[in-house]
């Protein structure tokens, strides 16, 4: 079975609704356990530029965000709907999400 690890860079206070969105769907289940994932704390920065319509900060203003970085992994021909709940429930107009393919030892 193929696996993908997935990288989602998330305001602190918006990762448990998305992390249990994506449990809810099933996709953070290991076996017998769920919510399979890790969160690890990281300071963020971007600056809005002309066009961006920021959910934090202002345009042309370098902004520093304490922001979340989730991680887990999901079977491959999960991905088009992880990502669909990814970007419904993520606040950010461009969320950083990292995708990728992870080698299956089995």
């Given at each position: 079975?193929?696996?993908?690890?997935?990288e989602i860079f998330i305001p602190r206070e918006?990762?448990?609704k998305l992390i249990d969105k994506i449990n809810e769907a099933g996709y953070l289940k290991e076996e017998n356990y769920d919510y399979c994932y890790a969160e690890t704390y990281v300071l963020?920065?971007?600056?809005p530029i002309e066009g961006a319509n920021p959910y934090i900060?202002?345009?042309?203003?370098i902004e520093?965000?304490?922001?979340?970085?989730?991680?887990?992994?999901?079977?491959?021909?999960?991905?088009?709907?992880?990502m669909r709940i990814i970007k419904e429930n993520h606040p950010y107009e461009v969320p950083v999400i990292n995708v990728i393919e992870l080698i299956d030892l089995d």
């Open positions: 079975m193929k696996h993908v690890k997935i918006d990762s448990r963020g920065h971007f600056r900060g202002s345009l042309n203003k520093e965000v304490q922001e979340s970085k989730l991680e887990f992994r999901i079977r491959r021909e999960d991905l088009r709907e992880t």
